[in-house]
């Protein structure tokens, strides 16, 4: 009774606290990850499921999926969807949140309601645009028609190009959001006397933002940038929707691959093994954000 | 009036209306999913396509009530029930990890952020394929609990890193004080702390809900059985049935955004703190 009346006085008793939650992530995510490994190197597919001895075979789904040209094209195609992502939704988020940190009366609640578009489960935002982007009814094809841009409806979602640039203007939609909220509240921790002393020197609007905003914002850009990265490297229900990987793989992601060999052709290891592949990427990613984080923790 | 003052007034106006355009385009593929929900399917057909229905059709909506191919209904019940539970395990097992992490100094703490950090970022198409066979050796696919269980991994590191925060910016004095006035961890804890770090258990619990609701991945993969299937799952199967039903597609679309509006109407101020607090995307 002693003893326990003393572990629960000093700090030890943060340990009762934390533990739930820990042992809970412990089983419904270490747990899973490690099994994932193993899945990896064993043989389990729909047939050997059910049988207590799973051949173990080593590194063989990783030889065998390496020599497939369908995981090389997954690889590039993730990357590809990622940095051009990035690329679009950071400058149109940037841009907002420049035009959103003028002061002005709308600024604050369009600000706010621009946010909706993230909220959206991505099952409805990839329908949405799914609708927007088909060939014979999508509104889409018809202002490009009305702009005379294309002469003849396209096909968006069935040719391998256009299906790559129809995902990517979507997630760009949905990432903007996310963007234009975290840099604009970077904006805001710049202090106005630097740009005001900034102008007496006779700086420029050009020369303010790439001498002052830009090296003032260089943890919260870093930061985007990682987050952005990985949130958008993991892509799978907007792919899954949208195109399914398809047509003929040209926007197949490691997510929906590993999905596909997993629930579509039942072979788990081999799903299990995509999906490792995938972890040992962002893993690497997440390192440098940790890098960042923990350097930002430091300085509270 | 000097023209300093008239420049602002000039600028405040093409902000203006520079913010209702942004809003505009951001808001269009919205506005036009509602109004093809409420357009007879012909007039979806119609070139050019028309801004405004001609004729109002609630057809979509009310076939549902009366189960139809899929019941939306029923899927959105399925929903609500997963997304409840699953942030309620992640409110109740986050805000005890948080407040320990924020107020005690014990071994492995950072070890503890390192992980709610790490699980965090995790996607969920590598926790699938080994999720679905623990769950089926459990015998729990086909059943709510297993999407349940799957979706609050998702929201408890966020809620752990977003009310550390909140925690640690209780005042220690307000700590000590209460332990004079004779409460335990416990009580300080669930008296003291707890009530000042509200507004951040209701982020917490807002984006446990979301994230629930918005899944697709755990809820089709584990549960086979369509009366059972949470709405998204629902839909994406109605989308490989009737692939270009839009007019009930786009009704579906509308039910499953509703409570996300409502929530976004009213917890717009919580949602933009955690947003801007956890950086996180789900």
Known sequence: MNYIKKLLKNDNIGYVFVL?????????????????????????????????????????????????????????????????????????????????????SFAKPVRGLIMMPWMIPITITALMYKFMFSSNVGIINFILK???????????????????????????????????????????????????????????????????????????????????????????????VMTNGGPVNSTQTLSTYSYKMSFDLFKYSQGATIANILFVILFIVSLLYLKIFFAEEGTK | MNAAEKTMKRNNIIFNILSIIILAVMFFPLYWTFVTSLKYEQEIFRVPPTFFPSRINTASYLAQLKSGDFNMFRAFGNSAIISICSMLIAVLLSVPASYAIARFRFKGKKFCVL???????????????????????????????????????????????ILKDYFASVPKELDDASRIDGCNYFSSFLRVFTPIAFPGVIVCAVFSFLYAWGDLAYGMTFIQLQPMRPITAGIFNFMGQYGTKWSYLTAFAVVTIIPVTLIFIFMQKYIISGLTKGAVKG
């Open chain 1, 146 to 240: 009305s702009l005379h841009i294309i002469q003849q409806p396209v096909d968006w979602l069935t040719q391998p190009g256009t299906a790559m640039a129809a995902l990517i203007i979507t997630n760009v939609w949905i990432g903007i959001p996310f963007n234009m909220i975290l840099i604009s509240t970077g904006l805001t921790t710049i202090p106005d006397d630097i740009y005001e002393s900034a102008s007496i020197d006779g700086a420029n609007r050009i020369q303010k933002f790439f001498r002052i905003t830009v090296p003032m914002l260089k943890s919260t850009i870093a930061s985007v940038l990682i987050l952005g990265f990985i949130y958008t490297f993991k892509v799978f229900d907007l792919v899954y």
């Open chain 2, 115 to 161: 992980i709610f950090l790490i699980t965090q970022m995790l996607p969920v198409s590598v926790l699938l394929t080994p999720m679905f066979i623990i769950f089926r050796n459990m015998s729990l696919l086909n059943s709510y609990f297993s999407p349940i269980l799957a979706d609050a991994t998702i929201g408890i590191p966020f809620s752990v890193l």
């Open chain 1, 20 to 104: 739930p939650a820990l042992i809970y992530m412990a089983v419904f995510v270490g747990y899973p990850i490690l099994s994932n490994i193993v899945l990896s190197l064993q043989d389990v597919t729909v047939r050997t499921i059910n049988s207590p001895a799973k051949p173990f075979i080593g590194l063989n789904n990783y030889v065998e999926l390496f020599q497939d040209g369908v995981l090389r094209t997954s690889i590039v195609n993730t990357f590809t969807f990622t940095v051009l992502c990035i690329i679009f939704q950071f400058t149109i988020g940037f841009a907002l949140a420049l035009v959103f940190n003028n002061k002005f």
